[in-house]
């Protein structure tokens, strides 16, 4: 299958021997805090039903359970992107991105430097208050992102943005 | 001074009937099947309403044409064309040269006599971008064209391309009518599906087809015309237009492939590919090599019958996901139809660098494919249905559910089997495929991104999946060996990096 290259195939830099780096710690607080957010409202309004059923006693009864099993979900999903923020790891090697992410499902992208069009970052209001921000890579081909991180610290997203713009630029 | 403004020939005019008009066909069919369908029910005043409603559409699609015509306004100068248009909104584009992908030439049958062209401009932004300069004089397009070509090319080539030198064009390959008849049968896989349906549906011809056939004959409104047959006659009538129906648009498919690639020839000039075909409208596709991401041999169960392959050479997507199939709106890939393999690996070698005489041997995907898949998309869900189902329905389910398996997990295995990946050279292949087969191969530097995915499954077994990202479309290989699919990515990722050409 490999012709003439079998040398070079030894040779080469491999992409999983390269040691990655977590995303910034405050990245799990803030997607903690953005599950227990989202999940507080809808309880809240899963609630309303339980305070303004006041007869008959029994169905009240069988509408307190709608926000518990949401707490027990809420418990359990927050638990899990909270370990999915954790399990994202990426490195910046000289030529190229290289970023992990899955739990279960694992997910490997390596996205090189000089095939990048353009970067996009943006920072949602929630991240601002963690002074966080995302980092969205674009390629040629295909209007979907090829590369989003989120959790970079606000200064070390955009110290990465224009490391690499500059190289794309030559 | 820069040049002035100009107008195209008035003949536009008809070519924005005719693009409003083949709008509506593909694109409106939907929209306009209703009202057609109540145009011929409808009777009275209604009609009279209805033919008005007709009318009205026809005199707007011809003054939208006018005023298309009338706003369109083009100009060259020494490295962009510029282009004002718009009906409503107004846009100026400014189309640089060197961004320019595809440059094409059309001679409509309308515009044919008066010695008028339509040129097309392709560049790699988005479908909108796309520019037709509707209706100038031949000379003037292939001079244009030139222009075009000549500063996109770098600029070490240009100082010997004088005004003088004339294009030495070699023709390369030449199609004739049993080829292109061939690539009408091949080009779509779905319509034989559809063939194989009315075929197995014929065979069974009882109870459920009469059922059928009530449906259709009660959908189409035919009642009155089959006022007088039984049940039966009527499953026959509607069995014979789910066979009628397929063949027919087999029939069309070839009549469509003719009316667009007869005569098909394919000539090069250093690495400027230009392709000519068509019965009656001429067409004349220019494709610089530089530009081409990737080669697809799409070989489906007919071609593969019929021992020939389609290539299909692919650009920069424009921004659109591009389905193997080829969503219209985007950039027309550049076809070369009914290859035999002895004509296909030559050239396509001088796109993509490959052995020019058999097909790359590739690796075949791990075995647990096949057994994942099963269990995943087979097994489990259609037999628990099944069986619960069973207590509902009948037994008979259960049943029925052995035979849909005992079809499934064949097809399964064949997949897995078409499944390959390789390198050769500087060049990556890929293929995937059930019956017939689907083969990328691309050069590794013209990659844009590298995904490596695995599930909890194939972590366990050193299993990954692979999926290569180009600037045309992606293809993904699953359960490959994870040192290979490593391999493969740092190969790629070394071929990116250390390549200083650009890569469109």
């Known amino acids: 299958m490999f012709e003439n290259s079998q040398h070079d195939l030894d040779t080469l830099p491999r992409a999983e021997e390269v040691a990655l780096n977590d995303l910034d710690r405050r990245y799990r607080t803030e997607v903690l805090t953005q599950s227990l957010i989202v999940w507080g409202v809808i309880m809240l309004i899963s609630a309303i039903p339980v305070v303004i059923v006041a007869k008959p006693e029994g169905l009240r009864k069988v509408l307190i359970f709608i926000p518990a099993a949401q707490a027990l ?98 | 001074m820069s040049p002035a403004w100009r107008r195209t020939s008035p003949v536009a005019v008809v070519f924005y009937l005719a ?69 409503l909104t107004r846009e100026q584009l400014n189309i640089d040269f060197d961004r320019v992908q595809d440059v094409s030439i059309d001679q409509p049958f309308y515009v044919r006599p008066f010695g008028l062209s339509v040129l097309t401009l392709d560049t790699a932004g988005s479908v909108k971008s796309e520019v037709a300069l509707a209706g100038i004089r031949n000379e003037r397009a292939l001079e244009l064209r030139q222009d075009v070509l000549r ?72 009642g009155n015309l089959f006022d007088t047959g039984t049940a039966a006659t009527k499953g026959a009538i509607a069995a014979g237009l789910l066979l009628g129906i397929p063949l027919l648009l087999a029939l069309f498919s070839v009549i469509g492939a003719i009316w667009r690639y007869a005569n098909y020839r394919l000539e090069v ?55 193997a199939s080829g969503v219209p709106g985007t950039v027309p890939a550049f076809l070369v139809p009914a290859l035999t393999p002895a004509e296909l690996f030559p050239i396509s070698a001088r796109f993509v660098p490959a052995p020019d005489h058999g097909a790359p041997e590739l690796s075949g995907i791990n075995r647990r494919y096949h057994l994942r898949r099963t269990l995943m998309i087979a097994m489990i869900p259609i037999t628990c249905a099944s069986i619960g189902l069973s ?91 994870l040192h290979d699919a490593q391999r493969f990515a740092d190969l790629a990722l070394w071929r990116i990096e250390s390549s200083a050409e650009p890569w469109f």
């Open chain 2, 19 to 87: 693009r409003a008009a083949r709008f509506a066909v593909t694109d409106g069919i939907a929209m306009f099947a209703p009202a057609a369908a109540w145009l011929a029910t409808a009777s009275g005043p209604k009609k009279i309403w209805a033919i008005g409603w007709l009318v009205a559409m026809a005199v707007f699609g011809l003054i939208w044409a006018v005023l298309s015509y009338l706003r369109f306004r083009y100009r060259v100068d020494a490295k962009q064309v510029l282009v004002r248009r718009g009906v």
């Open chain 2, 269 to 323: 000039d250093e690495d400027t590919w230009y392709r000519s075909s068509g019965l009656i409208s001429r067409q004349e596709q220019t494709l610089k090599r530089t530009k081409v991401q990737a080669a697809l041999w799409r070989q489906n169960a007919i071609a593969r019958l019929l021992g020939r392959i389609n290539l299909q050479l692919r650009l920069v997507s424009a921004g659109v996901e591009v389905q």
């Open chain 1, 73 to 170: 979900l809420a418990v359990l999903i927050t638990w899990l992107v909270v370990a999915q923020a954790r399990v994202k790891k990426m490195a910046l090697r000289e030529h190229d991105i290289i970023f992990r992410s899955g739990l279960w499902f694992r997910r490997l992208v390596l996205l090189p430097l000089n095939r990048v069009q353009h970067i996009e970052l943006s920072s949602g209001p929630l991240q601002r208050r963690f002074d966080l921000a995302s980092l969205k890579f674009y390629t040629a081909g295909g209007a979907a992102v090829d590369l989003k991180i989120d959790g970079l610290s606000t200064e070390h997203a955009r110290r990465l943005r224009d490391h690499i713009m500059e190289r794309t630029e030559r």
């Open chain 2, 151 to 222: 500063r996109a090319r770098p600029a070490v080539e240009a100082e010997d391309a004088g005004p003088a030198a004339v294009p030495a064009r070699q023709q390369v390959l030449t199609r004739d009518l049993p080829d292109i008849v061939r690539y009408g049968l091949t080009a779509n896989g779905l319509l034989w599906v559809a063939v194989l349906f009315g075929v197995l549906g014929g065979s069974f011809g009882d109870e459920a087809w009469s059922a059928t056939g009530r449906w259709v004959i009660e959908r189409l409104q035919l």
């Open chain 2, 391 to 481: 207590f509902v329905l009948g037994p008979w389910v259960v049943l029925l559910a052995a035979a849909v398996l005992a079809v499934l997990v064949p097809l399964i295995r064949l997949r897995g089997k078409r499944f390959g990946y390789g390198v050769t050279g500087t060049t990556g292949v890929l293929r995937s495929g059930l019956i017939g087969s689907l083969t990328t191969v691309f050069e590794l530097r013209k990659v844009q991104r590298v995904d490596l995915e695995q599930s909890p499954g194939q972590r366990r077994r050193g299993l990954a999946t692979l999926s290569i990202h180009l600037a045309s479309h992606s293809v993904t290989v699953p359960y490959i060996p």
